[in-house]
């Protein structure tokens, strides 16, 4: 049973896309709002509550709102291209894949892929494929991989980033201190 059924029907994103429509734009980013009953809603809620806090301390408010707001965008776009027939996506579970896999890479470090990072997307991507091929449950399998795969992409970018301010912040200390000490 959906919960508030109407809200689901105009903010869930349909499998195909209109594009003079204003609506279909705005189901590009509200889809992960509405979900598919208590349990789903539940089950997304308590995903986002274990891993959010700590990939939020490791990669920063704004990062996160942009990679909520990149999965709802680019999951909503996999469901028109790959989502079956007379179906509407709903709910963030893409949200909650990316999520996990961010924060398995919490404790990355430069040229090094922590072994949570691999037992997590094995497990999960390895299921999350497993099921999309085969398992027809009418769930947006789909919308987990996006998820995963944007959440990886987005890990590794953020901390590539901080990898290089870092080094900035190193150089500029060193020259400043190699300069005093030529004075």
Known sequence: MTIAPGIS????VDDYFKWRRPIAWIRLFTHIFPHDGIAHLRG????LLLVG???EAAFGSLELIQIM???ALSSAIAHIIVGKKNTRQLGASGVCFALILLNSLVSAKHGKVPVSF???ATLWIGDEIWRFFFSGDGVSHHAHLTGAIVGTMAGYL???KKEKERLKKITKVWLKSSSKKKE
């Open 9 to 12: 029907f105009y903010l869930g």
């Open 118 to 120: 691999l037992l997590t």
């Open 53 to 55: 806090p700590s990939a």
């Open 69 to 71: 707001v990149s999965v």
């Open 44 to 47: 997304n809620m308590t995903h």
């Open 158 to 160: 953020i901390h590539r």
